[in-house]
């Protein structure tokens, strides 16, 4: 029995229903398949924004109506009247479907910390209801979904929600970006233990330089990759300026499920 084959599942609360897969015949005739994936990390500030927006911006290639979703972001200012989050941002910029910010974000908040925290400042508390409703109607207007998750996998958003639960209640594979720096060994085998225990599906991973600095780089990648349960989408170095596209250009996809065939 591998890692992705756990014997039974933990968690909050039973998986949402996943979309129906387009059948055969109607994805030869052009009907898109739907791909939906659940992007997490070894830690916060690890380029999951990044990975997440380089995916959209690939999916958008491929010439499917692709939209992004961070459910919870910390560390909001207002502009123009508005909430804004820099990480929301970008998602939002790398898509080609646009909804409103309420339902790409239904909890945004303004402190930069942990999102509990954030949430008791300003006397909220984060529920999954808002966040499946709202996923839902993504999915009503899209082809693909990328839901970036908020710092680890097992942040905490209230008393007796985290980002683990969330994952779960939405049912996606898991995409785990690995902030490559002196640790990520470790951090990486824990998150995808995590991942597994829950009867989640660990899809592939993505190794992000951090650090631009870190020593024998290439061989933490080799042993990650000998050693986690999923395939390596591809290593993304540390980028002068980092933008979905550019980071793009170092993932390969094609092994995600339900990935889209490229169009004519």
Known sequence: ??????????????PVAMPIAVPAPLAAEGVPTRFACFVTGTDTEIGKTLISSAILHKLVRHGVRACGMKPIAAGAEERD????NDDAAMLRAAGNVQLPQ??????????????HIAAALEGVTI???PILTAYAEILGASDATVVEGVGGFCVPFSEDFDSADLAVQLGLPVVLVVGMRLGCINHALLTAEAIVARGLVLAGWVANQVDP?????????????????????????????????????????ASLPGWPAKRA
């Open 213 to 253: 600095d870190m020593r024998f780089a290439i061989d933490n990648i080799a042993e990650l990759e000998r050693r986690l349960p999923a395939p390596l989408l591809g290593h993304v170095p540390r980028l002068d300026e980092p933008t979905a596209a550019k980071a793009s250009t170092y993932l390969e996809l």
């Open 1 to 14: 029995m591998s890692l992705n084959e756990p014997e039974q599942s933990v968690g909050m609360a039973e």
């Open 127 to 129: 529920e999954p209801v």
């Open 102 to 115: 309420s339902i790409t974000t239904p909890y945004m908040l303004r402190e930069p910390c942990a999102p």
């Open 81 to 84: 009247g508005e909430l804004h």
